[in-house]
């Protein structure tokens, strides 16, 4: 089986030094590496054309993006660039996740003691780990949906589950995911204009409904421990969060799921404490209503409330 493997960059030349030095350690190389520069400023591009020609175990495959086009524009293009090449498996990640040096090879054995789980799967995840206390599993990466009444409640995979050989899943982040070649030529690529939040989420869903997906828990990625980007002050990023789950449902779950969902962020955006959220969590369901996606004109990098000024 060959492993392909896609990393998004965008300002993080030191983490992605020591990213691409993992991939370079596995005991199970992958076939290729192909690193998506998100239009970096800190020297990433030139280091990486420097990286590309030295002697590598794999292929080293670089793409310059001429713009920022965020980490859902930058996933779908290393993708779309990757179905062009050879390979039976993409392992997706972002540049501040190193994977163990066993994490290829562990999916490896498992696809060759689980023949028939592997035949029928669209997806292998592994364990996404604490970076500072690798002994620790982040769940959030892991989750399950359950369809309700009115709703569709998400949970993270209960962590005594990661104590089994192999679980299934609904829901995986793009850190440590390997996807079939066949998946994505069926399922299809990621939203590429989302510009940033639920990219995977949304894929995801289209990935499952192709076969289930799996996690392999003995395969293990470290990723940083990071709180919540929804907490804290008013963020230019919390506009994604809202427009973008709406897309989501309008797109995979229509009718009463994404009628309540609506409901809930007419309810958050009205019961909001300040004028300034209430009049950016409008905005963001007003376009998702209008089917707009890409970076909006006003609630971009750099942008900073009012509050924070």
Known sequence: MKIGAVIVTYNRIEEL???LAAYEAQTLLPAFVLV??????DGTGAWLDEWAAGPLPFVPLVHHLD???GGCGGFYRGMEAA???EF????????DAFPAPDALEKLAEFMQSHPKETAGCS????AVMDRENPGEVIPGHRRRMKMGLLNIPESAVPLSEYAKPYFVLDLFSYVGTAIKKQTLETAGLPEKDYFIYYDDSEHSVRVRRAGPIYCVPASRILH???PPENHGPLKWKDYYSIRNVLLEYQKNFPGRYYAMRLVRCYANALLSKTAERRTMYLEAIREARCGHKGLHPVYRPGWVSKAQK
């Open 67 to 69: 713009q920022n086009y």
């Open 83 to 85: 179905m062009h090449k």
């Open 17 to 19: 030094r020591r990213c």
């Open 123 to 126: 997806a292998l995840c592994a």
């Open 224 to 226: 940083p421990n990071a």
């Open 36 to 41: 998506v520069d998100n239009c970096s400023t």
């Open 88 to 95: 039976d498996w993409l392992w997706i990640a972002d540049d």
